[in-house]
């Protein structure tokens, strides 16, 4: 049934849909009807413009339509109709191209207040608007013929996890579009050394995926205000299924972020690099003023026995995973990202306060769309979520999530020391005692009969059931990032041991079996000045000097030609569990801080039909039992040469002090 209010609200053109009884009360959340089809909220005409918002508490909602993004009141108030399944209606049979638009929702007798809905695909400046835009008018030209790189395995993914303002902003990037989507589809940028940077630099060192720090529309940073360099790693989630403002060059215009993310991604696919985009679904920037809060009040949240939020992600609040339309709306959001933005991956923030079930069920639906989607995650919480423990997409429960991995801290940790301590070392700094640890890295998280689980740190047990669910790293943005971590943990270091130490770090994170993840700027020796914790630090502290390209050349092309060993072998990179109990064999080894291991027959296929690679923080020579024969030795002394650096013999070598030895047959 259609009223016509023109005789009410003086409304001329507005249509409203179905009328069904007023809202009723639910006993628990569970109880909340469900949404069914899509979650869009705004669905846009040249005739008519039909607006959607779940809200099944709601007493009343109303539409408001505004002419800008900020400022000003609405121009016209609409009241809504609730249908079927909670969900409140109305269509505006008009033009509403270029108008803005929010909803209001009443609860109990009271107005929570303006909210642009929790399924904003445009938004106006700083999001607290929604926009009414034409999507396919922000399509680069070309957009339909994108494709995403080719990519075989999950084995040989190499991450690379950047900020868009750390990787461009600082002068010595020869960037234009310092800080922006746009920063990474200019080509021919240099250092002022004429050494490449921005996405030359990418395909330079050979990395084949982008992991973006949060690139949706978070909070934290004033979009009116972005001569102040107000920084921020961008995990204060506010409308989840928009570009950032920030990163544009226009943050008024709703069309130019979505168009210049896309030139961003279109631009990595040309250049055969995938995109990561970094997700923060487990908690909101705010919560009584959150756009899910202003919705369905409490219900996106889970909340502790007295009724208080609760606080898994350490910010606030921790949302419902396990509630049906927080459910929905995860698989919609991410499948949005693939859709609208070509998405071919993604990292789930703090994904130990999402439910398995959940974490499960975006997998299925992104294999639908391409199971060469990645899908990793933190397998932790920053406190114990509101869920039962074994019923949490945990780090020790990825064995039951086929094809997500996680991060591996036993590996970080066994390397740079605690996660706890800056100052503490462990095998870089020469320290004893985290070789269980490292093998279990190296395997890939999985069951290996050479290693003793009982001697790993923080699990006693594998895992993975692949290799590839596990992310083999030694830093990343959080924490200190490698050079301040080795200063901070061995205090008299000198420049070179810094830089032997930091190759040998990157050595066991590519040779690993793992998926090898590195942090923007390793490969140039970057540091953060001591800073643990540069969420919002100044550009002077997180800002990548490219200068830094020049002066540790050898460094960055330690890297590169790291990353090229592990392409070319694919004994580096089996892929399969079985494969890698088979081939890869741990050496013994006399004392401690020394760690060899064997690819032995032609591994996965390998030309090469034995490999020794083994790693050695003592900071004197030490000496390793090996099968006779004859080695050409590919990386020593900090050098990598595939071609090859020389001959060694069995039945022993030398492995020089604080640094990798890779030989082979």
């Known amino acids: ?40 909220e705004m669905e846009y005409t040249p005739v008519s413009t039909k607006f959607s918002l779940w809200a099944p508490t709601a007493d009343e909602v109303r539409l408001m339509l505004f002419e800008a993004g900020e400022g000003g009141h609405a121009y016209e108030t609409v009241p809504m109709i ?3 399944e909670g969900t409140w209606t109305v269509a505006v049979d008009k033009d509403l191209m270029g108008k803005f638009y929010t909803f209001n929702v009443k609860v109990n007798d009271k107005w929570l207040g303006d ?9 106006g400046v700083n999001g607290k608007r929604a926009a009414i835009i034409d999507m396919k008018a922000t399509d680069p030209e070309g957009w339909e013929n994108d494709r995403r790189p080719e990519l075989k395995s999950s084995a040989d993914i190499i991450l690379y996890e950047m900020h868009h303002r750390d990787f461009s902003v600082d002068s010595t990037s020869g960037v234009k579009n310092k800080g922006k989507f746009l920063a990474l589809t200019e080509h021919g940028t240099l250092n002022p050394d004429k050494l490449l940077t921005g996405i030359d630099h990418l395909i330079e060192l050979g990395v084949t995926h982008v992991h973006l720090l949060p690139s949706y529309d978070y909070a934290s940073v004033d979009e009116t205000k972005l001569n102040d360099n107000k920084y921020n790693w961008g995990y204060d989630p506010q409308n989840y299924n928009v570009p950032d403002g920030s990163y544009s060059t226009d943050p008024y215009n709703p069309s130019v972020r979505i168009k210049e993310f896309k030139q961003m991604v279109q631009a990595l696919h040309k250049a055969g690099i995938r995109v990561v985009l970094d997700v923060v679904y487990n908690h909101t920037f705010n919560t009584s003023e959150s756009n899910f809060e202003r919705t369905a009040p409490g219900y996106f949240y889970r909340q502790k026995e007295d009724g208080t939020f609760a ?34 991956g993604f990292r789930f923030d703090l994904m130990g306060i999402h439910d398995i079930e959940t974490m499960n069920e975006i997998r299925k639906a992104v294999d639908k769309v391409d199971p060469t989607i990645y899908i990793y995650g933190e397998g932790w919480a920053a406190e114990a979520p509101k869920y039962p423990a074994d019923s949490l997409a945990m780090k020790a429960n990825v064995h039951e999530m086929p094809g997500i991995a996680a991060f591996s801290d036993e590996l970080r940790d066994a390397l740079r020391g605690p996660f706890n301590d800056d100052h503490k070392g462990a095998f870089l700094a020469g320290l004893p005692g985290g070789e269980e640890s490292m093998k279990f890295g190296i395997v890939g998280a999985i069951s290996h009969p050479q290693v003793n689980n009982d001697s790993v740190n923080y699990s006693q047990a594998p895992w993975a059931l692949q290799p590839t669910q596990m992310i083999s790293y030694v830093s990343c943005h959080d924490d200190m990032c490698l050079v301040d971590r080795l200063k901070s943990s061995i205090p008299d270091i000198t420049p070179e041991t810094l830089e032997q130490l930091d190759k040998l770090a990157q050595t066991v994170v590519f040779t690993s079996q793992g998926v090898p993840f590195i942090y923007a700027g390793e490969e140039v020796m970057r540091d953060k000045k001591g ?5 919002e630090s100044p550009d002077s502290i997180n800002a990548i000097d490219w200068r830094r390209k020049t002066t540790n050349g050898d460094v960055f092309m330690y890297y590169k030609r790291l990353i090229d060993l592990r392409k070319s072998h694919p004994a580096f990179r089996m892929g399969d569990a079985e ?10 080894v006399d004392g401690s801080n020394l760690v060899a291991f064997r690819l032995k027959d032609h591994a996965n296929g390998d030309s090469w039909e034995d490999i020794i690679v ?6 004197t020579l030490a000496k390793l039992s090996v099968p006779e024969g004859k080695y050409t030795i590919v990386c020593k002394d900090g050098i990598i040469d595939s071609r090859g650096l020389g001959i060694l013999y069995g039945p022993e070598v030398s492995i020089p002090a604080q640094s990798a030895l890779i030989i082979y047959k």
């Open 1 to 40: 049934m259609k009223f016509n209010y023109l005789a009410v609200i003086g409304v001329t053109t507005a249509t409203i849909m179905s009328c069904t009884p007023a809202k009723k009360e639910y006993a628990s959340y569970e109880l909340y009807p469900v949404r069914s089809g899509s979650l869009t």
């Open 82 to 84: 609730l249908g079927e």
């Open 115 to 123: 909210t642009p809905g929790i399924n904003a695909k445009a938004v």
């Open 311 to 344: 606080n898994g992600s350490g910010c606030g609040n921790e949302t419902a995973s396990n509630r049906p339309m927080m459910r929905k709306y995860m698989i919609e959001s991410v499948l949005n990202w693939i859709d609208e933005y070509h998405i071919d």
């Open 531 to 535: 800073v643990h914790n540069s969420f």
């Open 579 to 588: 494969l890698v109990r088979k081939h890869l064999e741990f050496l013994p």
């Open 614 to 619: 083994a790693f050695n923080s003592r900071n």
